[in-house]
């Protein structure tokens, strides 16, 4: 056994034999069937007839169930020393849900200086088990810097540092910190990572329209004149940009408890809900007012353009959003098509029906994508699918007949769609996951132990994430400041003045009571997104997370009125925690 190489191979020969308990853990206990080779050496000194049939083993394997946090810090390695890589990932990914990092700092040197003192140890064993702790405490410096960097003293990466120093002498993680801490000292203070100032670097030149062009030096003054691919480029440039700076951890479900607490712990997840905000601000203002020109004046004169004008608007804003699905940003195409299903703009009924036929067919076709039906099936769907792949495919079963239509004319005139590579998704879909799994699985069990079960659920959710944002990584355009220009000068309306506005433009009925009207309509447009809590939210485009929260709401802001701080969704009756609870036990079952 000694002198053969044991070779894992990739099959389903898991069966689960039981549970072990110990004190302070509770382990799920697996029988694997492996199959191992000898080494060359073996085979050259027995002879290959000797050893040339296959020899199998079954190993006993666990895996942690629930745990105290001291025994959780011991399965970082295996009984035989080994590092768990799953675990560390796991447990890496998700302590903060049951601990600080300080804390799990201390309790690994303790773990680690405790090897010293025990002589029940074999030293070859005591001696593998440091060095996988080692390796441990390199992976989290490695994969999680940001729980290192804690302003003003960086109180955690100095401890790290000085028992690196005294303790572990020829290591490489005294470096690391050196290097870390330099790096954090030069950041800068307000680490504002919001929509308004993600940088100009440039991640290509071959997607380019930027302020630099001496071809087009004129500002554009109205949405209509700018080019609609232009346009959802640079929303996906923006996008990309917030979505790869979104720290995973920030979307686990507890945090948003902590957040109707009064605190503000997710400020990378909070820069992406402010920058969808903002786009369907835009598409309500745009669609509301003149369609010539995006100032303040225009929004006095906008009673008097013709359904015609404005369904010009409308179909703009559908156009952009086909291009966004073909760039696969499913951030803002969602953002779009809320702004659009909001009241003010769904009520507008010969807007509507001035827009072509074609057109209303394909926000049809896009609105299906966006849909919540089903727990989000057709976004999910297309996420598997196109998620890391280099472009949209037109066979896709969510796709429509317009927008096949559309994918094949444009693989057929060029070669335009080789070079979309990126993913955005709407980061709603994992936010509302990430909130089920909270609400649904408790966090203490078995009189006082760390549910680890709910851990790897919540870690599978977060590893979805850092796939899409390795996929972010590829998209090929740079920011046009020309565009970001006209972008902060459109005039943004309150909900009360958007709702006061269309019904200016189109006057309700007269038997019909506006407010009673205006509380019905909101109901059935509400749609589940990932509303935070920012103050400047319409709840009937689609901000709430109200029918899947863990408690009241995930966010206070989706029931205020636009910069009114009005509660505007009374009408709720039963009780957000029991349809959460209800739902998540439906899809997790």
């Known amino acids: 056994m000694d002198a053969s190489q044991l070779v894992l191979q990739q099959q389903s020969s898991y069966k689960v034999w039981g549970e072990e308990r110990v004190e302070g853990a509770v382990y799920v206990v697996y029988l694997k069937k492996v199959r191992y080779h000898c080494s060359a050496a073996v085979l050259q000194e027995r002879g290959e007839e000797d050893v040339s049939h296959l020899q199998w083993e079954t190993l006993k394997l666990r895996s942690v169930k629930c745990a105290t946090l001291e025994r959780i810090v011991e399965s970082l390695t295996t009984e035989s020393g080994d590092v768990d890589s799953s675990f560390i990932s796991v447990f890496f990914a998700t302590y903060r849900s049951f601990s600080t990092p300080r804390h799990i700092l201390n309790l690994i040197i303790d773990r680690y200086r405790h090897l010293d003192k025990d002589l029940d140890i074999r030293q070859d064993l005591r001696e593998k088990i440091q060095k996988s702790v080692r390796s441990a405490i390199g992976a989290w410096l490695d994969g999680y810097s940001e729980d290192f960097n804690v302003r003003p003293d960086f109180a955690c990466l100095h401890a790290l540092r000085y028992f690196a120093e005294h303790e572990l002498p020829g290591e490489d993680i005294t470096e690391k910190c050196r290097l870390k801490l330099d790096t954090f000292t030069r950041q800068p203070l307000d680490g504002d990572c919001g929509a308004d100032n993600v940088s100009d670097v440039t991640i290509d030149a071959r997607v380019v329209d930027d302020d630099s062009s001496t071809t087009q030096p004129t500002e554009w003054s109205s949405f209509m004149e700018i080019p609609c691919k232009h346009f959802a480029e640079q929303l996906t440039y923006t996008d990309a940009q917030l979505f790869r700076r979104v720290i995973a951890h920030h979307c686990l479900g507890y945090l948003w408890s902590r957040r109707l607490k009064g605190g503000d712990e997710a400020p990378s997840i909070r820069a992406t809900v402010d920058q969808f905000n903002a786009v369907i601000y835009r598409v309500i203002s745009t669609v509301l007012q003149s369609s010539s020109s995006s100032s303040s004046s225009s929004l006095s004169s906008s009673h008097h353009v013709k359904p015609g004008e404005r369904a010009k ?198 038997t019909s009571n506006t407010k009673d009207a205006r509380s019905r309509k909101r109901l059935n447009f509400q749609f589940m997104t990932m509303g935070y809590g920012h103050q400047r939210q319409f709840s009937d485009s689609g901000i709430s997370l109200q029918s899947f929260a863990p408690s009241d709401s995930l966010c206070d802001g989706d029931k205020m009125s636009v910069g009114s701080g009005k509660n505007s969704s009374d009408s709720a009756q039963s009780s957000p925690q029991d349809e959460s609870l209800c739902l998540c036990r439906a899809i997790l079952r």
């Open 313 to 510: 608007v409308v179909s703009r804003w559908i156009e952009a959003a086909q291009e966004l699905r073909l760039l696969k940003n499913f951030s803002s195409l969602k953002a779009i098509v809320s702004g659009l299903q909001s009241n003010a703009v769904h009520r507008l009924k010969r807007v509507w029906l001035a827009v072509p036929r074609e057109t209303y067919m394909l926000f049809q076709e896009l609105s299906a994508i966006c849909s919540e039906d089903n727990n989000q099936m057709a976004s999910r769907e297309l996420l598997m699918k196109e998620g890391t792949a280099k472009f949209a495919d037109e066979n896709g079963s969510q796709n429509g007949k317009q927008m096949r239509k559309l994918i094949m004319n444009r693989k057929s005139s060029s070669n335009e769609l080789a070079s979309i590579q990126g993913t955005v998704p709407y980061l709603g879909t994992f936010l509302t996951d990430l909130a089920m799994i909270d609400a649904a699985f408790p966090d203490i069990v078995d009189g006082g132990m760390i549910n680890f079960e709910k851990r790897r659920k919540e870690f599978e959710v977060l590893a979805q994430i850092k796939l899409l944002q390795s996929a972010a990584n590829m998209y090929t355009m740079r920011r046009d400041a020309r565009f970001r220009r006209w972008w902060n000068s459109v005039p943004l309306l309150s909900e009360d003045e958007s709702f006061e506005t269309s019904c200016h433009i189109e006057p309700p009925a007269p």
